[in-house]
């Protein structure tokens, strides 16, 4: 399995943000997980991306139990994260944040002397020539639109090129013609790549077009996990009733 989570729960003080969550990923899929406000999605897919830790349960990643590793290149080479504030660096140029994806293969040094003379630069405009704005390379983070940011963000992570993709709400920022573009460039990426994918959205519909599975999540626990052509409209609704199902 790609992305194993067995058991898993995470509190944060009183709030159980995941309930005793289980979720096995084959490797190439493509997952959503969907669901409102709250629900746990940004903590599942942090839990996944190492970044915060279990109270109990596992998380491993092609059979790797990710309390056994430390960040750094093993962690980089198995799993990238495109945040739901997709934290580019505002100074930089759009080259220079797209080159960052290679920090956990670089180490530091090579990393600073990165700010002065990019290095793999090929890597990066390739990345930046496929999600469609080589041409603001030069241009600085800051001046880009929430929509352009979002792609430096997917580049970024390709140039990181781990086998595990999360994207944590990819599209939230971008209209409905930008969302549908993005996500086509997000799944189609993976897809072409091999790699697996885990997003999480709002928008359940664009979320049924897009990934090959849809994974209900509700006030921390799974509420339904389907392909996409069993997913109902009531399961859809279900997600967003007064009262949950979760046991
Ligand atoms: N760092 C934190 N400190 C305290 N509580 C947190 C923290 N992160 C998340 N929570 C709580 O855990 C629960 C799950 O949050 P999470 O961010 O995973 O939800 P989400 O499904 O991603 O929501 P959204 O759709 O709004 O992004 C929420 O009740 C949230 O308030
Ligand atoms: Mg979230």
Same mark, same amino acid.
Request: hydrophobic share 45%; charged share 20%.
């Given at each position: 399995m790609a992305v194993l989570l067995e058991g898993v729960s995470?509190?944060?003080?009183?709030?159980?943000? /995941?309930?005793? !969550?289980?979720?096995a990923v084959p490797s190439g899929q493509s997952v959503v997980l969907v669901g409102p406000s709250g629900a746990g999605k940004t903590t599942l897919l942090r839990l996944m991306a190492g970044a915060v830790k279990p *109270? #109990?349960? &596992? !998380? @491993?990643?092609?059979?790797?139990?990710?309390? &056994?590793l430390s960040p750094g290149r093993e962690l980089? &080479?198995? /799993?990238?994260? !495109? +945040?739901?504030?997709? *934290?580019?660096?505002?100074n930089l140029s759009v080259l220079?944040?797209?080159l960052a994806?290679?920090?956990? #293969?670089?180490?530091?040094?090579? #990393?600073?002397?990165?700010? !002065? +003379?990019?290095?793999?630069?090929?890597?990066?405009?390739? +990345?930046l020539t496929r999600v469609g704005i080589a041409e603001r390379a030069y241009r600085r983070a800051s001046q880009l639109s929430g929509g352009e940011q979002q792609?430096?963000?997917i580049a970024r992570v390709l140039v990181? *090129?781990?086998e595990v993709v999360l994207?944590?709400?990819? /599209? +939230? @920022?971008? *209209?409905?013609?930008?969302a549908e573009d993005v996500l086509g460039l997000l799944t189609g990426v993976a897809r072409e790549s091999g790699k697996t994918l885990v997003a999480s959205m709002h928008a359940v519909e664009l979320a049924a077009k897009h990934f090959d599975r849809l994974v209900g999540v509700r006030d921390g626990c799974v509420q339904f996990d389907s392909t996409q052509d069993e997913v109902t409209p009531e399961m859809l609704d279900s997600l967003y009733e007064l009262e949950g199902l979760c046991a």
């Open positions: 995470r509190r944060y003080g009183e709030t159980l943000a /995941v309930n005793n !969550v289980s979720l *109270d #109990s349960g &596992g !998380v @491993s990643l092609h059979g790797q139990d990710l309390a &056994g980089a &080479g198995l /799993v990238g994260i !495109v +945040a739901q504030q997709y *934290d580019l660096v505002a220079q944040n797209v994806g290679r920090l956990g #293969s670089w180490g530091l040094w090579r #990393s600073l002397m990165s700010l !002065v +003379a990019p290095r793999e630069k090929p890597l990066a405009m390739q +990345a792609r430096v963000a990181q *090129d781990p994207a944590d709400e990819p /599209v +939230a @920022s971008l *209209d409905p013609a930008r």
